[in-house]
C-alpha cells in the first residue's frame, strides 16, 4: 500500500468500523482492428495509464478519477490493421466502511488510439466488442486541434469522460524514447495546424500547445 493510503487508513480508523485494503490482478486486452484506411494517414498508438480513482461511498461509480499516461507507436500491419494489445497488471487500493465510507482505488490499462489528419480521434478500449474502425471527418480546424488533444490524455479530458471529475497528465519524455518520439509527433501536429487560415489569437493557441508538447518531451 502506498503512503498516502496508508495514512488516510490510519487517521481514519478512530471514526471508522473497518479499513480493508484489497489487491487483486487484472488483465486488458483490446482487440485487433481494421482501418478501412491508407495505412499511410493513420498513426496508432498504445497509451498505458495508470489510474488513482477515489469516492465518497463503499459503492458505485468512482467520482474522480487522475491518470497518468505512456504513449508509444503501434506498427500497422501488411494488412492494414492494428495489432490487438496486452496488459497485464496489479489492481490495489482500500475500502474504509463506518461512519464515513470512502474507496479508493489505483490500478493500470491499455488502450490504443488511432489519429488520421483531417479525421476525429478514434480511440479502441479494453474489451471493446469492434474489429473495424468508422472515420468521423473533423470538419473545422477546432475539431482537427480537438482530435490532438485527445491523442493526448484528454487535454480536455479525453474522448470519454464518465467522470464527474477527471484530470491527466502524460509522462515526461525521459520516461521511454517511445513515448518522446509521442510527444514531438503531437507538437509537430500543433504546428502544422498552425499553418492553416486562422485567427491569429488561435495561431498562438497553437504555438503554446506546441511548445508545450516539446518542453515535456525535453524533460
Not at 70 to 97: F, N, T
Request: proline share 7%; glycine share 6%; hydrophobic share 35%.
Amino acid at each position: 500500500m502506498k503512503r498516502p493510503l496508508l495514512l488516510l487508513c490510519l487517521a481514519s480508523l478512530p471514526s471508522l468500523c473497518g479499513c480493508i485494503p484489497y489487491v487483486g490482478p487484472s488483465i486488458d486486452y483490446t482487440p485487433r482492428v481494421k482501418l478501412d484506411a491508407p495505412r499511410d494517414e493513420v498513426r496508432a498508438f498504445r497509451v498505458d495509464i495508470a489510474s488513482s480513482q477515489d469516492s465518497p461511498g463503499w459503492h458505485g461509480p468512482f467520482l474522480s478519477q487522475t491518470n497518468k499516461e505512456r504513449l508509444s507507436e503501434v506498427s500497422i500491419s501488411h494488412r492494414d490493421a492494428v495489432p490487438s494489445q496486452v496488459k497485464a497488471s496489479v489492481q490495489h487500493g482500500i475500502v474504509l466502511i463506518g461512519v464515513i465510507s470512502h474507496r479508493i482505488r489505483e490500478s493500470e490499462s491499455v488502450v490504443v488510439r488511432l489519429y488520421r489528419p483531417g479525421y476525429e480521434l478514434v480511440e479502441i478500449g479494453p474489451w471493446e466488442r469492434t474489429n473495424r474502425v468508422e472515420w468521423k471527418l473533423a470538419p473545422d480546424l477546432a475539431a482537427q486541434e480537438k482530435a490532438v488533444d485527445y491523442l493526448f490524455g484528454g487535454r480536455q479530458g479525453g474522448p470519454r469522460r464518465p467522470f464527474a471529475r477527471y484530470s491527466c497528465w502524460q509522462e515526461k519524455g525521459s520516461v521511454s524514447a517511445a513515448h518522446r518520439e509521442a510527444l514531438l509527433f503531437g507538437a509537430s501536429e500543433y504546428e502544422r495546424l498552425a499553418l492553416l487560415p486562422c485567427s491569429d489569437e488561435k495561431r498562438e493557441m497553437l504555438a503554446k500547445s506546441a511548445k508545450h508538447m516539446r518542453t515535456l518531451a525535453a524533460e
